[in-house]
């Protein structure tokens, strides 16, 4: 992983609304589900903290042709106590915010761990398409985010479900001292 920051302004906004707009036909063809499967599953990670699963989106099959894992990490300014499950609730409202990005396949979301921080875990089609995705995001995520509290890791050639049924598969690509916060160490 290289030096992260946001795509540009002007770019951002752009690939945010055009991502927009293509989610009315994805949903419009009924391409969008939210399947209940992994619901409450709880994902570990290798700082020691962890989080449940509150919902999935999945556009299609969820399956990518070059498949890579997405993990976006980032703290809501004044989101405390029970205004958390109150983001919860809200949070499906951002679902035209993702889903109409191109390679866009399906998202884990994560509820907020013993840190405060949400998590999406993504699949995604192609690597770049990844990235693109998280730099545009960065723009959305600064409006409501702790300064400094946002961050992504793409993890290419992996399955995000592969991911989380077998964490040894990253070892390899992430040395123990790479940043902790995104390394699937188990999914119960």
Known sequence: MGEQKPLDPG???????????STFALLARHRVRLPKERQEMRLRF???????????????????????TLVVTFRLRLVRGPAHALFRAESLLN?????????????????????????????????????????????????????????????????????IADPGL??????HNSAAWWRIQAGT
Not at 11 to 21: K, N, Y
Not at 53 to 58: A, D, F, L, P
Not at 141 to 156: D, E, F, K
């Open 170 to 175: 990253i070892e390899n690509l992430a040395p």
């Open 46 to 68: 290798a700082d020691g903290t962890s989080a449940r699963v509150y919902r999935e989106t999945r556009l299609g099959s969820g399956s990518a042709k070059d498949p890579c």
């Open 11 to 21: 770019e951002a906004w752009r690939a945010v609304a055009t991502c927009f707009l």
């Open 95 to 163: 679902t035209p915010l993702f889903v109409g990005f191109p390679g866009f396949t399906s998202k884990l979301w994560l509820a907020h761990d013993e840190h405060d921080r949400y998590r999406g875990v993504y699949e995604w089609d192609g690597t770049e398409r990844a990235e693109h995705y998280a730099r545009s995001l960065w723009r959305v995520l600064a409006l409501v985010s702790v300064p400094g509290s946002i961050s992504y890791a793409v993890v290419p050639g992996l399955r995000r479900d592969d991911v």
